[in-house]
């Protein structure tokens, strides 16, 4: 049933160019202009009346959530907060009947976000629920379900739910933007096509694991490393931390990278790998002279750039791997997969069991 894999973790990352397609398809127009969704109830009226909306979810489904921050507040412009489904309940957050409040989970099933569902039904805000799993307790009590159409992941490690999502927040980005009247149509039809483009750009990716497979050999030596982004290069670099540490239990913190000197960067000491997502242009100068930041103190920089900007990376790095060019806000879903490559060849190369880490569950229902 792993289809000729070693893991079923490495099955999954490569199943995501399908899982991209499956959870676009029937959600794009036959003209592939405009986006449809179907499955959101709510009137015209109903979102345009929406005034705030809560992102609420664990672990990768929250890191996905980030992405989704992002997505919604450049595309709708309504401000979002996202929230980690364990702390949500008890900050006592301000859910009024106009405020969406989205609940990410693959499982459907994570004890803490149905309690953030719960309550946030009980103030009156209307929930949509993004999850992989139809006829799950998130999916059944949720007013409006996207479904991801990842397939069933078995891993532990979450890989094609977590990209999966962040297509399902790239459609509804798109739709309440379409809904509302901040993109006109040109602009939605831009990005529906660049979306297009993602899943063969998977497939160019998964062409080099090799190179990602000796990266990981070489940071597997080590018990400490850092990965830094800006923008929703840092809430890739997040899930790339979690992943590596989830299953080669090597220790990693994602950084903001222009936080760096608040702290963190007393940390850098000769070798230690610090590895950079920096796809972002407008943001691209800053990063690189974080980049510098770490150089100057020794660290061994690995640097995940778009194609067509490693000659000037090249020259503040040690280590540079080309993602296909993509719109900035869809980055993610290319970016995030050579970090999930680095986090399985990193386990690999330890020995540890990568489908089942060590203390985890597939499915937290437990608070
Ligand atoms: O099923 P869910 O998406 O609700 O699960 C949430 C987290 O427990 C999950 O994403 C966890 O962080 C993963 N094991 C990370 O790979």
Known sequence: EKAGFDHFMLKEIYEQPKAYRNTMMGRITDDGKSVVLKEIGMTAEQIRGIRKVHIVACGTAFHAGLVGKSVIENLARIPVETDVASEYRYRSPIITPDTLVIVVSQSGETADTLAALREAKRCGARV???????????????????????????????????????????????????????????????????????????????????????????????????????????AVAQEGSLKLKEISYIHSEAYAAGELKHGTLALIEEGIPVISVITQEDLYEKTLSNIKEVKARGAHVLALVNEGQEEEVGKSVDELFAIPKTLPLLAPALSVVPLQLIAYFASLARGNDVDKPRNLAKSVTVE
């Open 128 to 234: 949509l629920a993004i999850t992989n799993v139809v006829g799950s307790s998130v999916a059944r009590e949720a007013d409006d379900v996207m479904i991801t159409q990842a397939g069933p992941e078995i891993a532990v490690a979450s890989t094609k739910a977590y990209t999966s999502q962040l297509i399902a927040f790239y459609l509804l980005g798109l739709f309440l933007a379409d809904t509302i009247g901040t993109r006109d149509a040109a602009y939605v039809s831009e990005v529906v096509a660049a979306m297009g483009e993602l899943p063969e750009q998977v497939e160019r990716i998964l062409e080099h694991a090799e190179v990602l497979k000796q990266v990981a050999e070489s940071l597997s030596k080590h018990n400490n490393l850092f990965f830094i982004g800006r923008g929703v290069d840092f």
